[in-house]
Every structure is written in structure tokens, then in C-alpha cells.
């Protein structure tokens, strides 16, 4: 018995050796890592909030489905039903109560639109273009929280923050900060991993009717 416990203790306590001397580049390799080699599609319910100050949020609820490298579908059922698309060249939203949907080439969709949905695309350039710093998160040893700064000027956005799972190395929450007021944020729940998405799924046509408008994506 005593040589079991050792035998599972031991591991454990290299674990958390190797993390301790984690930098956040190499968390961010783990992390890169895990959703090129070993995930085709991430499914998680979600909640989003946009904070434009600290008195104005707003918060949406759905479920998204993401299938690397640069599917994703997302369907909000508060506060009102709500459809984002995106088949890897082109992203739809589409809000059936104004019966309007919003296109725009994947192409043209800034960095930092993308970052949340897109993120298992995204994470392939965190090591090039951004400073990454791993934060200790007192009482949350079962989670990192990688702090990504971008190294070029005039970007669009302040820095990325990702809370990681260090266990199944799935993310938790991530936050795009604009300013330190302003910024928006999605927590994962639920995550489930390769349990199929046909393509068909991340492709949209718009009902009969519906105004679509050609404009950037926000």
C-alpha cells in the first residue's frame, strides 16, 4: 500500500515542480500544444460580458462549438436568441428578433474579434507576437493564468488574459482587456472535447427575408 502512495504522490509532486518553474512562454507551448495535437472540437457553455465602463455591462449566455483550426459556432439564448457562424472564411451573426445578419470576411476581422472564439488559431501566435507572463493565483493551484501583452505598438487592444485548466490544460475564462474598464470576457462551462461537429454546423444561410448587412464585425 505504502509503495502506491508513493507511486502517485511522486508524480504529483514533480508536477508542481515543473510548474512552479514555468515560464509563460512555455505554458502557453502546453496550451498551443494541446489544441493543435489532441483536440478537433471544443464544446463549453458559455457566459460573455462586455464591460465598456465599470457601470455599463451587458451579459449574454449560449453554448459554443469550436473546431480547429478556425470553425466555430456560437448560439446565444439570453438575453435574446442570437447566431454567430464562422466557416473559417466567413463569420455571420445573425439576430432573428430584427430579422438583420451581419457578414464579414474572416480576413478582415481585427485580432482581437477573434481572440475569444478563435482562440485555437489565435494561441499559434502568443509566443511571436506577444510578452507572456505566468501569474500565481493564490488558492487556485488548479489553475494558470497566463497574462499575454502585445509586443507592437498601435494594436487594438490592451492585453489577452487566459485562466487555464492545468490539468486538462482547457480554458477556464478568457478575458480581451481594451482599456482597464473596458473589456470583455467569456467563462467556459461544461467543456467537452472531440465529440464531433459535422462542417455544416459552422455554415449559415440566411433565412428568407433577412436584411443582411455588410459591415465590421464588433
Given at each position: 500500500m505504502l509503495k502506491n502512495k508513493i507511486k502517485i504522490l511522486l508524480p504529483c509532486i514533480l508536477l508542481g515542480l515543473q510548474l512552479s518553474a514555468m515560464t509563460g512562454d512555455e505554458a502557453v507551448s502546453y496550451f498551443e500544444a494541446f489544441f493543435a495535437q489532441?483536440?478537433?472540437v471544443f464544446k463549453a457553455d458559455i457566459e460573455q460580458a462586455t464591460y465598456?465602463?465599470?457601470?455599463?455591462v451587458s451579459v449574454m449566455k449560449g453554448r459554443?462549438?469550436?473546431k480547429n483550426p478556425d470553425k466555430f459556432s456560437i448560439e446565444y439564448e439570453e438575453p435574446e436568441k442570437q447566431v454567430v457562424k464562422c466557416d473559417g472564411k466567413v463569420v455571420w451573426v445573425y439576430v432573428p428578433s430584427m430579422n438583420q445578419a451581419v457578414t464579414q470576411e474572416v480576413k478582415?476581422?481585427?485580432n482581437r474579434d477573434?481572440?475569444?472564439f478563435g482562440f485555437g488559431k489565435f494561441?499559434?501566435?502568443l509566443r511571436r507576437d506577444f510578452s507572456n507572463n505566468l501569474n500565481k493565483l493564490p488558492g487556485k493551484e488548479n489553475l494558470l493564468e497566463?497574462?499575454?501583452v502585445p509586443k507592437a505598438a498601435g494594436c487594438d487592444f490592451r492585453k489577452v488574459v487566459f485562466l487555464v485548466d492545468r490539468e486538462v490544460w482547457l480554458p477556464v475564462k478568457i478575458t480581451v482587456y481594451y482599456t482597464e474598464t473596458s473589456f470583455v470576457y467569456v467563462n467556459f462551462f461544461n467543456?467537452?472535447?472531440?465529440t464531433g461537429a459535422a462542417d455544416s454546423l459552422f455554415e449559415f444561410t440566411p433565412p428568407e427575408g433577412t436584411t443582411i448587412v455588410e459591415a465590421p464585425l464588433k
Open positions: 489532441k483536440v478537433t465598456s465602463d465599470l457601470s455599463d459554443l462549438t469550436l478582415n476581422v481585427k477573434n481572440i475569444l494561441l499559434a501566435t497566463i497574462e499575454s467543456p467537452k472535447t472531440n
